[in-house]
């Protein structure tokens, strides 16, 4: 399953956190990066 959440406001040590937790769980920065792109042109192109 997946699992999502709307996040209105994040300050930058948070938004640091965040990144770096989902990094670790994906085991990959390049898989990260790719999932980072696909999520900014998803909101983007407002879907």
Known sequence: G???FECMHMDLDSATHLRRLVELNLGSETLLE?????????VASGE
């Open 2 to 4: 997946h699992v999502g």
């Open 34 to 42: 790719r999932e980072l792109a696909e999520l900014i042109k998803t």
